[in-house]
Structure formats: structure tokens, C-alpha cells
């Protein structure tokens, strides 16, 4: 007849649970005693340091997944900054070097107008000297065929 220690255990974990005896001698009439060890019989009463422990364990556990999140987020966070840094270059790249076209562009029209701007004011200026002497010399043809003199 079965024990009704191993009659509460379910039938499978019987089968599979490996027992470990030890033999031990009690005072000196010989008596020998076998004892059960198992692995996996589970402490009923916890005290307060174990309960402490496994709850300051847990905590501890929790912390760190969320740190090392967070530490993930931060690496995926620099990859971005930095794939944006390299972007923010190539467009200030492309954006110095349209700049830098549209400067010479500019330069060479200012350039061009300057130069048409000096080529008519000396147009100008021949024709106001064109002008002058022809007002002078009528003025002087006028003077010399005037009979006041």
C-alpha cells in the first residue's frame, strides 16, 4: 500500500523524479535511517529576508530590461542624428555650391551691365562733347559776324 505522501504526488512526477537517498546511523544502537533529499521539493514557509530578496530581485530585473531599452532607444536615436547630420551636409553642400553659382552669375552680369553702363556713358559723354563744340563754334560764328563788336 502506497504512503499517503506519494499518493498526493501526481503520477508522472513519480515517474520521472529521480530520488536521492541518504543513509544515515543514529546514536550508537545501530539503527539506520533512509532519508529522501529531492531537488524539487519547494520551501513552504519563506521568511521575510528571502521574501525581501526576491522582491528587491524582481525590481532589480525590471530596472535593468528598462535601462537597456532605454539604452536602445538612445543607440537608435544617434543613428538618426547622425543619418540627418549627413543629410543636413549634403544639402548644405548643394546649397553652398548653388550660392556659389548663383554668385557668379550675378557677378558676371553686374559685370556685363557695368560695362554697358561705362560704354554709354562715354557714348554720352562724346556726344555732350560733340554738342559743346558745335554750340561753341556757332557761338563763336556768331560773335565774329556780329556787327556790336
Do not use: W, Y
Not at 521539493?41 to 528598462?66: C, F, M, W, Y
Not at 543607440?75 to 546649397?95: I, M, P, V
Amino acid at each position: 500500500m502506497p504512503s499517503p505522501r506519494t499518493s498526493i504526488l501526481p503520477l508522472l512526477a513519480r515517474a520521472n523524479a529521480v530520488p536521492a537517498c541518504r543513509i544515515t546511523t543514529q546514536g550508537g544502537g545501530g539503527f539506520l535511517a533512509a532519508r529522501m533529499l529531492s531537488s524539487t521539493t519547494i520551501r513552504a514557509n519563506k521568511g521575510p529576508v528571502e521574501t525581501t530578496k526576491e522582491t528587491l530581485h524582481k525590481a532589480d530585473r525590471t530596472i535593468s530590461d528598462k535601462v537597456l531599452k532605454g539604452m536602445d532607444k538612445g543607440r537608435e536615436a544617434d543613428k538618426l542624428k547622425n543619418q540627418a547630420s549627413g543629410k543636413t551636409e549634403g544639402l548644405k553642400d548643394q546649397a553652398q555650391g548653388k550660392a556659389s553659382e548663383l554668385k557668379s552669375e550675378a557677378q558676371g552680369k553686374t559685370e556685363g551691365l557695368a560695362g554697358q553702363a561705362q560704354s554709354k556713358a562715354g557714348e554720352l559723354k562724346n556726344q555732350a562733347q560733340g554738342k559743346a563744340e558745335e554750340l561753341s563754334g556757332k557761338a563763336k560764328g556768331e560773335a565774329t559776324s556780329s556787327p556790336l563788336l
